[in-house]
């Protein structure tokens, strides 16, 4: 079930200052693929959390039970207990984790938004038939061909060896409302896109910076990393910058 056996899919929280980050996985995946970046961020003083999103790190069929709703609002719990204990809060997600992000930034405005891959164009057209295969086959298997350039990788991650299709129904769902979602979003954007990224296209994260209602939005182009880019090859570039999005903007904001 999970690519890697020696890693936990449980959700994290690494208590610090009074600046959180609240980090969302991805579709399929686990908090272990935030978990780089989180100690990362952790190590510089910040509070860092990130959840288990439902029907994650259990079973396919789980998974095919949760509704995109489900998703969203387990983050804004999250995102309203980060608040609760931190002054300042920033908001960051994976592939499916930056659609939750855009939402969240829509809804709450936080002090900015970090978009990893962001999943607003899905490179794979199968997606689309979602809504009628789900009806057909509960799940399908994943290639097991990896997009990393590290090949460590994909031992740092969690995540199911199948995709389940009533889910990516759901995915395509919240697609769709995070692209309606994109001119509400008015706090600073940091976004991240790979060109070895064989999963999510180039236009999405372009379409987050320039869509959004953001004044301040960049968009950082890697060329040595694959989808899952908090764990690959480039990870330490991409906490840094992270890092340093974060010390701006809570200091301009204070």
Same mark, same amino acid.
């Given at each position: 079930m999970a690519r890697s056996p020696d890693v936990s899919p449980?959700?994290?929280f690494l208590p610090g200052g009074s600046t959180g980050v609240l980090l969302i996985h991805g579709f399929t995946g686990s908090p272990a693929e935030m978990r780089l970046v989180g100690d990362y961020l952790n190590e510089q003083g910040l509070t860092v959390s990130a959840?288990?999103?439902?029907?994650?790190?259990?079973?396919?069929? +789980? /998974?095919?039970?949760?509704r995109w709703r489900d998703w969203t609002s387990h983050a804004e719990r999250a995102h309203k207990e980060l608040t609760s204990q931190c002054e300042t809060v920033f908001v960051?997600?994976?592939s499916m984790g930056s659609l939750i992000t855009i939402y969240v930034a829509a809804h709450h405005q936080p002090r900015g938004a970090i978009l990893y891959s962001p999943a607003l164009h899905v490179a794979n057209p199968l997606i689309h038939l979602a809504p009628v295969l789900k009806y057909v086959v509960p799940r399908v298997p994943k290639s097991g061909e990896s997009d990393m350039t590290d090949p460590e990788a994909d031992r740092r991650t969690w995540t199911y060896e199948a995709y389940p299709t009533a889910a990516a129904h759901e995915l395509l769902k919240l697609i769709g409302r995070c692209r309606e979602l994109l001119p509400r979003v008015t706090c600073p954007l940091l976004a991240f896109y790979s060109t070895g990224d064989s999963l999510v296209k180039a236009e999405g994260a372009r379409r987050v910076v320039e869509e959004a209602a953001s004044e301040e939005a960049e968009l950082v182009t890697l060329h040595n990393s694959g989808h899952v880019l908090t764990v690959d090859s480039e990870w330490r /570039?991409? +906490?840094?910058?992270?890092?340093?999005f974060v010390r701006l903007h809570a200091a301009g904001g204070a």
């Open positions: 449980t959700p994290f959840p288990l999103l439902p029907g994650h790190g259990t079973t396919v069929d +789980a /998974m095919n039970r949760c960051g997600g994976l /570039m991409v +906490a840094e910058k992270t890092y340093d």
